[in-house]
Structures are given as structure tokens and as C-alpha cells.
């Protein structure tokens, strides 16, 4: 288990950290400021730091500076602790060197997922280079392009889009405590569709979903329905996929989708470069939780249909939504952040408000995938 320094001021929120963390199995070291954390630090080399923002003597942003400037310390992963009214601090935590923040008050299953995802990098970032993704797509995509006729023949109408199910299912559902779900749109897909002629638009539909469906296929979609303009995905852990979790395997299918919506776009001012198309941009978005794939009837193609339901999907579906208005070609939760810590990059992070939702979601900006660090790229040579 893990040596874990804890500043904080307040006592209350002291001690209940310090229990969840004992329960877990983690020795924790606690202090009442900045100050004497920082020298704790010093003399316990922690695996992870705890620290509240408002602390006397020595506040969270001054630690963690000081924190960076040591040669000892300067890697120890760094989770701050912050009140939802004080959103500014988080951004500055996170650009000044902060992996992670957590808001007051938090449950403590909060608190163990944020401490779990940073003790887990090492071994994220061992899976992240076990898999050869860059040969494997560009090799899975040929060989999967049979699969495209018949993923289309269950597309559903936009109306699915805005009278999504939440009912309970029945006893033909497929029941995830954990998955990933994922989203993707093309929001100026109607003044595209205005410049382009029927069988132009066909092509070009079919270049880019074509694409989306081999890449979450390839990476082990549980399920795929098209919504509207849009793709859902879900990703889920089985016997086939124990090494890679769900987020990760979600994750590289967005970095996927956003560089194929590159490659059309590329396409489109080649081909189409007279007629002043609207740029094409691709919009994801990852959220993890429960989900369900229930069986219902299809009304308008008949037979019967899984559909993933549950607020994973709702709230990934609004999430992207959102995201198009912070210009985040990929969103995602920071309950799929936490899935992923160690084998990402990210870049900004903001609390988005959600429609219907009465508070709003944490999530973050992914930009890239992790790369192996110098000592790990050695070990992996040697």
C-alpha cells in the first residue's frame, strides 16, 4: 500500500480523509499547513500528496511549487482539495502542476477512485505501451470494411435522439456496474449537407462512419448505435479485453475519430475546395458509470434492439453537447479521467453545466495519449 502526505487545516476534514485512506490499506501522513506538509514530504518521500488549497503559513499553490522545484519530489502525483465555489482554483492548480483536484464536500468513494487513479500510472502506462495501436489500426481498418453494410442497417431515426429510454429494462438487459460511453457528432453537419449533393453527402457520411465504426469495433465496442448524425459506443471489460480497461480502449477511439474527421476535412477542401464549405470538425465525448443495454422494439425498422440506457449515456450525450462550447474536440469525465490517469494528456479542465442536471460535471479537455517515460522506454529496451 502507499505512504500518503495529507495537509489540511480543517480537522474534521483531516480525520475523514485520513479514515478512508487507513481503510484502504495506505499509511497517511497528515499536517495542518503547507509548511510542515512540505517538510513531511521531505522525510517521508510520499507515493501521493494531499493537500487543501486554503491552508495558513503555506497554501496549496505555494507547496506545490516548492514540491516541483525539488529533484526528490518533483514527480510525487498531487491531488488538491477545493470548494465548488472556488472554481478558480482549480484552474490554477491544474496549470501550475496539480494532477488532480478534488471539491468539498466529497464522498469517499471520490476520494479513493482520485487517490486509486494516481497510485494506478505505472501500470496504465505499462498496458498503454503494450498495445501497437498505431500498426493495428491502419491494418484492422482494411480487413473490417465487410462490417460496415451491416453495422448501418441499425441506425435509428433522429427521433431516438430526443425521446432517449430510461426505463428499468427487462430480463433480456446486459447490466455494466462500469463502462464507457462515448459519443460523437459532427455539429455543422447540416451546413455541410447544404453544400453537397445527395449521392456527394452519401459518400461522405459513409467515408467518416465507415471509419468510426471500424475504429470502436477494433478496439472492443460492446455496443454501437447511430443517433441521429451522431455515433454512440460502449465500452465495456471482458475476458477479451483484462488487460486494457474500457477507458483507455474508449479513449484511443476518440484520438481516432477526431484524426479521421482531420482526414475529411482534408478530403473535402481537395475535392470540394470551390464550393467554401463549412470547416468539418468532430465533436466526442467519453463519460463512464453504469450502463444497461436493454432490449426494446424497434418501431421503426421492426425486430428487437439493445440500446444502451442509464445517465452514462444520457450525460455523455449532453457532455458533448457542451463541449462544442468550450472548442474541446474530445471531452471527457473525470470519472473516465480517472480510468485513464497516467496513460493520457490532457489540457484544460472546467466544470460544464449540463442541461436538466442540477450540478455541474467536472471534465477535461483530452488531447493526446501519455508518452512512456524516459525510465520505462530504457527498462523496456534493456
Same mark, same amino acid.
Given at each position: 500500500?502507499?505512504?500518503?502526505?495529507?495537509?489540511?487545516?480543517?480537522?474534521?476534514?483531516?480525520?475523514?480523509?485520513?479514515?478512508?485512506?487507513?481503510?484502504?490499506?495506505?499509511?497517511?501522513?497528515?499536517?495542518?499547513?503547507?509548511?510542515?506538509?512540505?517538510?513531511?514530504?521531505?522525510?517521508?518521500?510520499?507515493?501521493?500528496?494531499?493537500?487543501?488549497?486554503?491552508?495558513?503559513?503555506?497554501?496549496?499553490?505555494?507547496?506545490?511549487?516548492?514540491?516541483?522545484?525539488?529533484?526528490?519530489? *518533483?514527480? =510525487? $502525483?498531487?491531488?488538491?482539495?477545493?470548494?465548488?465555489?472556488?472554481? !478558480?482554483?482549480?484552474?490554477?492548480?491544474? %496549470?501550475?502542476?496539480?494532477?488532480?483536484?478534488?471539491?468539498? $464536500?466529497?464522498?469517499? &468513494?471520490?476520494?479513493?477512485?482520485?487517490?486509486? /487513479?494516481?497510485?494506478?500510472?505505472?501500470?496504465?502506462?505499462?498496458?498503454?505501451?503494450?498495445?501497437?495501436?498505431?500498426?493495428?489500426?491502419?491494418?484492422?481498418?482494411?480487413?473490417?470494411?465487410?462490417?460496415?453494410?451491416?453495422?448501418?442497417? =441499425?441506425?435509428?431515426?433522429?427521433?431516438?435522439?430526443?425521446?432517449?429510454?430510461?426505463?428499468?429494462?427487462?430480463?433480456?438487459?446486459?447490466?455494466?456496474?462500469? @463502462? %464507457?460511453?462515448?459519443?460523437?457528432?459532427?455539429?455543422?453537419? @447540416?451546413?455541410?449537407?447544404?453544400?453537397?449533393?445527395?449521392?456527394?453527402?452519401?459518400?461522405?457520411?459513409?467515408?467518416?462512419?465507415?471509419?468510426?465504426?471500424?475504429?470502436?469495433?477494433?478496439?472492443? /465496442?460492446?455496443?454501437?448505435?447511430?443517433? &441521429?448524425?451522431?455515433?454512440?459506443?460502449?465500452?465495456?471489460?471482458?475476458?477479451?479485453?483484462? %488487460?486494457?480497461?474500457?477507458?483507455?480502449? *474508449?479513449?484511443?477511439?476518440?484520438? &481516432?475519430?477526431?484524426?479521421?474527421?482531420?482526414?475529411?476535412?482534408?478530403?473535402?477542401?481537395?475535392?470540394?475546395? &470551390?464550393?467554401?464549405?463549412? $470547416?468539418?470538425?468532430?465533436?466526442?465525448?467519453?463519460?463512464?458509470?453504469?450502463?444497461?443495454?436493454?432490449?426494446?422494439?424497434?418501431?421503426?425498422?421492426?425486430?428487437?434492439?439493445?440500446? $444502451?440506457?442509464?445517465?452514462?449515456?444520457?450525460? /455523455?450525450?449532453?457532455?458533448?453537447?457542451?463541449?462544442?462550447?468550450?472548442?474541446?474536440?474530445?471531452?471527457?469525465?473525470?470519472?473516465?479521467?480517472?480510468?485513464?490517469?497516467?496513460?493520457?494528456?490532457?489540457?484544460?479542465?472546467?466544470?460544464?453545466?449540463?442541461?436538466?442536471?442540477?450540478?455541474?460535471?467536472?471534465? /477535461?479537455?483530452?488531447?493526446?495519449?501519455?508518452?512512456? %517515460?524516459?525510465?520505462?522506454?530504457?527498462?523496456? *529496451? !534493456?
Amino acid at each position: 500500500m502507499a505512504m500518503i502526505v495529507l495537509m489540511e487545516d480543517d480537522a474534521a476534514t483531516r480525520t475523514l480523509v485520513t479514515s478512508v485512506l487507513k481503510k484502504e490499506g495506505h499509511t497517511v501522513a497528515a499536517a495542518e499547513n503547507g509548511r510542515t506538509g512540505l517538510l513531511l514530504c521531505q522525510d517521508r518521500q510520499p507515493d501521493l500528496v494531499i493537500s487543501d488549497v486554503q491552508m495558513p503559513e503555506m497554501n496549496g499553490f505555494e507547496m506545490l511549487a516548492q514540491l516541483r522545484q525539488s529533484p526528490e519530489l *518533483a514527480a =510525487t $502525483p498531487v491531488i488538491l482539495l477545493t470548494s465548488l465555489q472556488e472554481r !478558480a482554483h482549480m484552474r490554477i492548480g491544474m %496549470t501550475t502542476g496539480a494532477d488532480d483536484y478534488i471539491t468539498k $464536500p466529497f464522498r469517499p &468513494g471520490e476520494l479513493r477512485d482520485a487517490v486509486a /487513479a494516481q497510485l494506478n500510472k505505472r501500470q496504465v502506462q505499462a498496458n498503454l505501451q503494450a498495445m501497437a495501436i498505431e500498426s493495428a489500426v491502419s491494418n484492422a481498418l482494411v480487413e473490417q470494411k465487410h462490417e460496415l453494410a451491416r453495422l448501418y442497417e =441499425t441506425r435509428l431515426a433522429h427521433e431516438l435522439s430526443e425521446r432517449w429510454p430510461s426505463g428499468q429494462g427487462g430480463a433480456g438487459d446486459e447490466r455494466f456496474e462500469s @463502462a %464507457t460511453v462515448l459519443f460523437v457528432d459532427i455539429p455543422r453537419y @447540416a451546413e455541410v449537407a447544404q453544400k453537397l449533393e445527395a449521392a456527394e453527402l452519401t459518400e461522405l457520411v459513409k467515408k467518416f462512419y465507415g471509419s468510426a465504426n471500424d475504429t470502436a469495433h477494433l478496439f472492443g /465496442a460492446r455496443s454501437m448505435q447511430f443517433v &441521429g448524425e451522431g455515433l454512440l459506443a460502449v465500452f465495456s471489460d471482458d475476458t477479451n479485453t483484462r %488487460t486494457v480497461n474500457h477507458g483507455l480502449r *474508449a479513449a484511443r477511439t476518440a484520438l &481516432g475519430l477526431v484524426e479521421s474527421g482531420h482526414g475529411i476535412a482534408k478530403y473535402l477542401e481537395t475535392r470540394y475546395g &470551390g464550393r467554401e464549405l463549412p $470547416p468539418f470538425e468532430v465533436n466526442v465525448a467519453l463519460n463512464s458509470g453504469p450502463v444497461t443495454l436493454t432490449l426494446l422494439q424497434d418501431g421503426l425498422h421492426g425486430g428487437m434492439l439493445k440500446l $444502451p440506457v442509464g445517465e452514462a449515456v444520457t450525460s /455523455a450525450m449532453l457532455l458533448q453537447k457542451q463541449a462544442r462550447g468550450q472548442g474541446w474536440p474530445i471531452a471527457m469525465s473525470v470519472a473516465t479521467l480517472r480510468l485513464v490517469t497516467g496513460a493520457v494528456r490532457t489540457g484544460r479542465r472546467a466544470l460544464l453545466e449540463l442541461p436538466g442536471r442540477p450540478q455541474p460535471m467536472d471534465a /477535461a479537455e483530452l488531447v493526446g495519449l501519455a508518452l512512456p %517515460t524516459e525510465t520505462e522506454s530504457e527498462a523496456e *529496451a !534493456a
